[in-house]
T-cell receptor
Framework: QKEVEQNSGPLSVPEGAIASLNCTYS??????FFWYRQYSGKSPELIMF??SNGDKEDGRFTAQLNKASQYVSLLIRDSQPSDSATYLC??????????????WGLGTSLAVNP | DGGITQSPKYLFRKEGQNVTLSCEQN?????MYWYRQDPGQGLRLIYY???????QKGDIAEGYSVSREKKESFPLTVTSAQKNPTAFYLC????????????FGPGTRLLVL
């Protein structure tokens, strides 16, 4: 089992719909969770991070964290064609010292159709 | 404007050649990272540095070397020992190792001639 798993997609949604992206992780003690967006040929850019159970909203984006079920999701409301990209989930391990690195999922490809 | 710069954007390596990728940041971040990204494999950590004159191997350090002589700079050398260097190389930084929000530079694409 990979430490961080994402459905590779592609996830296809119509413009204006809600896109739901999911990420599961194996380290139950993980503390910090990050969503990045990566356009083709470009570097990842941070969308948002979440530390506590529940929802965190930032504009059209909502991150949802459920530590008991070990998943974190990203909802994109009113999806736009410009949201078409690969979305990377990253999780910070609970281990101390040099093992406190980010573990990356492989990403979910999202296509928003006009 | 604060940010991370990487150069060059594209780099071509000949067989047996060492090449150096530049990464500079003016965010006053202590921690810096080098990742490699290949299609279908996601981001893999090559090296990271918590502070000047200190760096640690990541998951795939073989065939690579780094230095951290200045806080702002963390160059990566791809040596001839790296047999499959073709990839997208990403440099990132964060305030510190414990504060893991990482910000990325634009990347360098390395190709082998």
């Amino acid at each position: 089992q990979k430490e961080v798993e994402q459905n590779s997609g592609p996830l296809s949604v119509p413009e204006g719909a809600i896109a739901s992206l999911n990420c599961t992780y194996s380290d139950r003690g993980s503390q910090s969770f990050f969503w990045y967006r990566q356009y083709s040929g470009k570097s990842p850019e941070l969308i948002m991070f979440i530390y506590s159970n529940g929802d965190k909203e930032d504009g059209r984006f909502t991150a949802q964290l459920n530590k008991a079920s070990q998943y974190v999701s990203l909802l994109i409301r009113d999806s736009q064609p410009s949201d078409s990209a690969t979305y990377l989930c990253a999780v910070k391990r609970s281990a101390a010292g040099n093992n406190r690195k980010l573990i990356w999922g492989l990403g979910t490809s999202l296509a928003v159709n006009p | 404007d604060g940010g991370i710069t990487q150069s060059p954007k594209y780099l071509f390596r000949k067989e047996g050649q060492n090449v150096t990728l530049s990464c500079e940041q003016n965010l006053n971040h202590d921690a810096m990272y080098w990742y490699r990204q290949d299609p279908g494999q996601g981001l893999r950590l090559i090296y990271y540095s918590q502070i000047v004159n200190d760096f640690q191997k990541g998951d795939i350090a073989e065939g690579y070397s780094v230095s951290r002589e200045k806080k702002e700079s963390f160059p990566l050398t791809v040596t001839s020992a790296q047999k499959n260097p073709t990839a997208f190389y990403l440099c990132a930084s964060s305030v510190s190792l414990g504060r893991e929000t990482q910000y990325f530079g634009p990347g360098t694409r390395l190709l082998v001639l």
